[in-house]
């Protein structure tokens, strides 16, 4: 029997904080950046979805993207995934803030999705097996498209199932991104096995791929176990065309998760953190100490650099399967790559054989569009909106009454935009509460009756989001003569600096940061506009006059030892460096900000006290003989 129930699930938590209002030109607009989250964990119940048969327990966390939290194994009791034991966002996603561990399918954009710390919709859908189906679901708002994942855990079944189907309903193709990334507890034993001899392995610092031969790239080291490697890795498999897709994560026992799906889902990869010290840090930065995990991965391209075409007014469908493989240790852990993968296959193909999970595919199709008997959670009211400016505009539904995109759902994001449809007239707020960029929406702010500021402040936006940059910055300095706003300030602060005029960056942000001196990401903004522009002076001073809180954020404070170091004040930049409470919450994958500073302030230190010119030699050895303190070492390549 199979049931599926609401209910909560409590785990100390960061605060996400609210989103960040300015928008992310260039970036991951039309959605806001969530880069306002803290370090200070409390205890937080979120609402989750319970999935579960005799076999499987799953728990989906609806509140942060319908993330797989937790799938047990229940006549074992052991859990599949990497389950963190905190909430702890970090900058890794579209839209910065992240978290690691269970399952995310990033769909649509690049990398991460921006709806991976946002609600999604689930709903309560029949099976054709009288069983119950969770079915999340959403509307992506950069390609404006619909997409779904229907979870079934059928009686008995040791198998959890994911029908993921992504919908195309304009008049145009679309280039398509899927990733589900699969986290798993890291260990000195534990080994990945995927049908391959061979992966193409991203060089971090070249930034290319490479083919390597699997299982040791470099003829020495056996990169299928993630803790023989040094530094952070991505290997995506050279799966050939034909071979069934599949991949395994199993411990000294040849225990452990496999992950398998019918033929599209053809991509697979490993990632790991490494052994660097910078990669620990990362790992105790997401989580807690002693609590390491590696992803497992599956995409419908081979490579994340890549997408596929999606037609108009087309879909594309495929089946997950997740489940415990239990295969032998001896062959598993042996020094024949093509035996231990071959142990593991047969025994998959035992158990779901591959020709069962495509027909799954097609016998489910039906499922699939079949309404939900009862929504039980709600995510963003963008589909609803999609959905009556659709009716509106005499367009054919984005989707089957599958997908239920209510009224309930629209919230104040949407309020604006709803009002410039059904009355022609986007209201005039004190500052904006959302973006958009379609040209459908253009269309309605430039048709509007009346073009106050903040309909100038909109149109500028999606003209630079367009690529019409001259446009952009007509429109927000139109928006300045109509009223004088922090928000087209910052816009043409923003803008100049990518022009690279750097002082006139710099002196239009520090003018939108007097107007909103309490808004942090706006001063990160500004000090670092200063300190590219040259001006160290003005950035200390501004440290000065900024409010308390404003000034104990991380990012800045490292930003004013940057400062104090371009003026040779080595003093004030090792007491920020060496402060025990100095935290970066929102530092990027790959910055190196916090670890170049050091070094930085080592160098100077160096070439004063031994009279030296600070050149090559000099660095080369202030890299070996100063390593960063832990709390400032993100280095995603181990140290040489």
């Given amino acids: ?266 991509g697979r990869k490993l990632f790991v953190w490494g052994m660097g010290a910078g990669g620990r840090h990362w790992q105790e930065f997401l989580s807690v100490p002693g609590k390491p995990y590696i992803e497992i991965q599956g995409g419908l391209a081979q490579t994340q650099g890549q997408k596929v075409p999606l037609a108009a007014r087309s879909e594309v469908a495929w089946v997950e399967a997740y489940g415990l493989m239990e295969a032998d240790p001896k062959v598993v852990h042996g020094k024949d790559w093509q035996a231990a993968r071959a142990d593991v296959e047969a025994r998959l193909d035992r158990s779901l054989p591959a020709a069962d999970i495509e027909r799954r595919l097609v016998a489910t199709a039906a499922q699939a569009d079949r309404a939900p008997e009862e929504v039980l959670f709600r995510g963003s009211g963008w589909g609803a909106l999609e959905n009556e400016r659709r009716r509106l505009a005499n367009e054919e539904p984005m989707c089957s009454g599958a997908l239920v995109f209510d009224e309930a759902s629209l919230g104040a994001d949407q309020r604006p935009w709803l009002a410039l449809l059904k009355t022609g007239q986007f209201p005039q707020t004190d500052e904006p509460v959302s973006w958009m960029c379609q040209d459908h929406w253009q269309k309605l702010l430039e048709e509007s009756r009346e073009k106050h500021w903040l309909t100038w402040l909109h149109l500028g936006v999606m003209h630079y989001q367009a690529g019409r940059k001259e446009q952009a910055v007509e429109a927000w300095q139109r928006s300045l003569t109509l009223h004088p706003s922090p928000w087209a300030m910052r816009n043409l602060g923003a803008a100049a600096l990518r022009e690279k005029q750097m002082v006139e960056g710099a002196q239009w942000l520090l003018k939108a940061r007097r107007m909103l001196p309490a808004l942090a990401p706006l001063a990160a903004e500004c000090y670092r506009a200063l300190l590219d522009a040259d001006m160290c002076a003005e950035a200390l001073a501004l440290l000065d006059e900024m409010p308390a809180e404003v000034g104990r954020n991380g990012r800045i404070r490292v930003l004013a030892a940057r400062a104090a170091l371009k003026l040779g004040d080595l003093e004030r930049a090792e007491a920020i460096l060496l402060d025990k409470d100095l935290l970066v919450p929102d530092i990027f994958e790959g910055e190196l900000m916090l670890s170049d500073t050091w070094y930085g302030l080592q160098e100077q230190k160096l070439a004063r006290r031994e009279g030296l010119a600070i050149d090559e030699a000099l660095r080369q050895r202030v890299q070996k003989e100063f390593p960063p303190p832990k709390n400032l070492d993100f280095r995603m390549a181990a140290a040489r």
């Fill in 1 to 266: 029997m199979t049931t599926l129930c609401l209910e909560t699930y409590t785990m100390p938590a960061a605060s996400l904080g609210p989103d960040n209002p300015l928008p992310s030109l260039g970036g991951c607009l039309p959605y806001r950046v969530q880069n306002r989250y803290d370090r200070v964990r409390k205890d937080r119940a979120f609402q989750v979805v319970r999935l579960e048969n005799e076999t499987l327990r799953a728990i989906f966390l609806m509140e942060l993207g319908g993330r797989l939290w937790s799938l047990v194994h229940k006549p074992t009791g052991r859990e599949l995934l990497y389950r963190n034991p905190v909430f702890q966002p970090g900058a890794l996603a579209c839209c910065n803030a992240w978290f690691s561990g269970g399952i995310e399918w990033n769909c649509c954009t690049g990398g991460h999705t921006p709806l991976t710390c946002s609600p999604l919709f689930a709903a309560r859908v029949r099976g054709d097996d009288g069983e119950p189906v969770l079915r999340i679901y959403e509307f992506e708002r950069v390609l404006q498209i619909p997409y779904q994942i229907d979870f079934s855990l059928p009686a008995g079944s040791p198998w959890l199932y994911a029908r993921m189907r992504v919908r195309n309903p304009p008049d145009r193709e679309l280039p398509l991104y899927w990733w589900s990334n699969i986290a798993v507890p890291e260990s000195p034993d534990l080994r990945v096995l995927a049908p391959a001899d061979a992966a193409l392995k991203y060089n971090y610092k070249a930034k290319e791929l490479a083919r390597l031969p699997m299982p040791c790239d470099d003829g020495v080291r056996d990169a299928s176990y993630p803790c023989n490697l040094p530094s952070s890795a991505d290997y995506f498999f050279d799966i050939p065309l034909g071979q069934r897709p599949w991949e395994a994560a199993l411990d000294k026992d040849g225990r452990g998760l496999v992950y398998a799906s019918s033929s599209a889902l053809r």
